[in-house]
């Protein structure tokens, strides 16, 4: 990387490289190349390894959220499309997959892990442009991990029975996938490569503002000579993916998105005998305890809740200080929040990108000012916004109390509540008071004092002196409100498939 000195002469800087709460060193622009990349005009939807044309034909445009500029059209699919790809999925079902041996289903996977590898480049920078996300996000977290899930899971594909002894392990059939905006290719790694590794075929319905490393996906599905009607995708609103829920021929139920559509689907398929899991939204504690390294511990605050703008469900959104390093510990964090680069996503030194959509910037920016009516103090740096785009500053609010929205609400943006406590009752009571559960971390020296924070944590997750740490292996999932079931490891394979003995279903 380049870096360009100002030319004025100053101070000298503080230990944050900082002077006066300003940066003097630029960083030059370091743009990813976008040349080797083709984005289609338009998109049909992914039936049967072709794209086809919705009917009635209909198409809903998908922008750049950092430049707001349009990047294709892609197709808005009917109920009777959602027919169409059920019935695809169906048949490729009965008629190949699932007569497959797993040795035969993992060589799929692992050809589809390899070129997602070999065309990783491609797929980090389609996703940092519809997403907004940063390209050193998507380069070295999304694709690559993506990637992991579909080796690990090829390698459970022809040992189930040793996954699950004494089981009788059975595919479950169709299984209906709703993805979220925030990590696209990465939700569908989570959700395609376990179905695949069962023996189930899929319909994947990504968020309407990012479909675009799906259309990916379905060109590295062809070069992978997958049999047609494995995987399908379908684009479309909301209401879509509730017809697909919905769906008689559907077996699985596989949804990643906010609390209330959750709920939404729960009740839709309630007094079925769809398999369903749900991951929604969150409000992650991360406690600091005062035996903890603190500039460790700032990397990983700032790691927590900063990574891919804070749109993470498990983003560590609420911070939870011990009052005798709040004041050392709250200097050091706004000195790191002043260095954070906030700007364009295909900038390699872009610490914060753009928010997904103007429908999310608005929602961040009513929340933060409530936090400000109801009388939390706020801080954010004074770095300078893109013009155009969907850009929010890193924020940072003290003198938060548990009643405030902002320590209540699943804000999913750059923004941090900071409360104290005193002592680790007192921390256990205020983290778990609250009706999601699906992360938390903890920060202290003490072995004991983490296994004693991690039992008494009611989060699907809980990470100890790190924070968001992913790994293909380890199960990720919530409690209360943060929705049912594990994704990922062998519980993630669980969720594919009939351990039931009673041959219901793998029709
Ligand atoms: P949604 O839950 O609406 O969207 C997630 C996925 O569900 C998208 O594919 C969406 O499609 C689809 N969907 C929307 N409505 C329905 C429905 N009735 N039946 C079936 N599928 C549906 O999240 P939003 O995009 O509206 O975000 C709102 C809030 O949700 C965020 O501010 C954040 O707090 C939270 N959220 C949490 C996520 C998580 O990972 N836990 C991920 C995303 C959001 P479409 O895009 O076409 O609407």
New binding site residues.
Partial sequence: MTLTKKPETRPAPNSWGLVGGENPWEYAPAPEATDHIRIEPEYGLFIGNQFVRSKPRKTFTVINPATEEPLARVAHASRADVDRAVGTAREAHRSTWSRLPGRERAKYLYRIARLMQERSREFAVVESMNSGKPIKESRDVDVPLAAAHFFYYAGWADKLEYAFPNRDPRPLGVAAQ??????PLL?LAWKIAPALAAGNTVIL??????PLTAYLFADVVRQADLPPGVVNII????????E??KHPDVNKVA????????K??AR?VAGSDKKVTL????KAANIVFDDAPLDQAIEGIINGIYFNQG???CAGSRLFVQESVYEPLIDKLKARLSTLRVGDPLDKNTDVGAIN?A??LA?VQELVESGIAEGAEIFQPDCELPTRGYFFRPTLFTGVSQSHRIAQE???GPVLSVLTFRTPDEAIEKANNTPYG?SAGVWTEKGSRIFKMVNAMRAGVVWANTFNRFDPTSPFGGYKE??YGREGGIHGLGAYLDLSGDGRNGR
């Fill in positions: 709703i993805i979220p905006w925030n990590f939700m319905k990504p968020a309407s503002t990012t684009t479309g609103p909301g209401e879509i993916g509730m697909l829920v949804f990643t998105g906010s609390t209330a559509v959750g939404m689907i839709a991951e929604l939204g969150g749109e993470v469900c959509s429908g999310q929602k699943e804000i999913f699906l943060s929705g």
